[in-house]
């Protein structure tokens, strides 16, 4: 049986059996989107995204071993997706390797760019993630959590 996919859930959210999920956000840009529509997405977990942009309580996405696409919302080709007009359907990719701990960021020829602490990637270029570290796609900035580094 295959995990469930990929799901921004409100921090400090307490979803559960006879509890409704959260409401899902709308379309403003710089928002993040709920499910992507992607593939599933398994794997071991290694992290997560996380953004307080727009959304107080703050939304983050599980981030598993192997690669994981980030685009806008609404494309087949992200298991994560932002609801960010200024955000490229397939944006970056996040290659991360459980056994070593490390991940990696990589630009994936995007229309305005990956920034990692806001240093700009440039296209095909990987540099590695470190906890705390700022990913701005478009105009949507993620705080990078991980759980080994």
Known sequence: ???PPPVAMPL???SGPGLAPP??????PG???GPSGGSVKGGVLVGFLVTFQNE??????AV???DTHIGRAGSDKCEIGINDASA???HATIHADPATGQAFVEDQNSRNGTFLNERKLTPGEQRQLHD???LRLGSTTLVVKLLVS
């Open 64 to 66: 598993h071993s192997g």
């Open 31 to 33: 928002v993040l989107s």
């Open 12 to 14: 400090g959210s307490t």
């Open 1 to 3: 049986m295959a995990p």
């Open 56 to 61: 107080p309580s703050g939304l983050f996405w």
């Open 23 to 28: 409401p899902m956000m709308g379309g403003t």
């Open 88 to 90: 490229s359907s397939k």
């Open 132 to 134: 705390n570290d700022r």
